[in-house]
Nanobody, 122 residues
């Protein structure tokens, strides 16, 4: 499985960005796609996850109501719509995939994209 993340950039506080994660390679019937982020000098943290079917989603508390994760099966792409961005959202965002249920812990994810930088200015 290969994951290609894109869509990062520089945005002012209160603005929006949409991240994309294109998946190619192996197809598995029950997959979870996750977004994680890592800010400078901090550990990688969970942001959101979705089952490939699109039926189940899970968000970190700090992004609930501001971020939306979605999947486009026809395009093999997962999106993270980020609204009302805050300076504390500044980080490198990674998409990840695993076979099976949603987990918040990064160690459970086998496949990782290369990361895309999101910078939110105040």
């Amino acid at each position: 499985v290969q994951l290609q993340a894109s869509g990062g950039g520089l945005v002012q506080a209160g603005g929006s960005l949409r991240l994309s994660c294109a998946k190619s390679g192996r197809t598995f019937s029950s997959a979870t796609m996750g977004w994680f982020r890592q800010a400078l000098r901090k550990e990688r943290e969970f942001v959101a996850a979705i089952m490939w079917s699109g039926r189940n989603t899970y968000y970190e508390d700090s992004v609930k109501g501001r971020f939306t994760i979605s999947v486009d099966n026809a395009k093999n792409t997962v999106y993270l719509q980020m609204n009302s961005l805050k300076p504390e959202d500044t980080a490198v965002y990674y998409c990840a995939a695993r076979s099976g249920s949603i987990y918040r812990t990064s160690e459970w994810y086998v496949y990782w994209g290369q990361g895309t930088l999101v910078t939110v200015s105040s």
